[in-house]
């Protein structure tokens, strides 16, 4: 196989340079804000919860529950 590259790179005369059009450092900000938060515990213990689509990290005391009956 490699000597079929050499010939062919050797009738063209060019060199073969992959480009590659990811980019691991670009973020994309828009999925932040229309993230739909599922919160699940990561431990055993259920102090610490994490939303299942974007990774964010609650303590369980943060989240109160909200009556809306109550007001």
Do not use: W
Request: with cysteine.
């Amino acid at each position: 196989m490699y000597l079929f590259e050499l010939i062919t790179k050797y009738i063209q005369g060019k060199k073969y340079k992959r480009q590659s059009d990811f980019d691991p450092f670009a973020q994309d900000e828009s999925e932040d804000d229309i993230c739909e938060h599922i919160f699940l515990p990561v431990d055993s213990t259920g102090e610490i919860l994490a939303c299942s689509k974007c990774g964010l990290m609650l303590n369980k005391k943060d989240l109160k529950d909200k009556n809306i009956f109550k007001s």
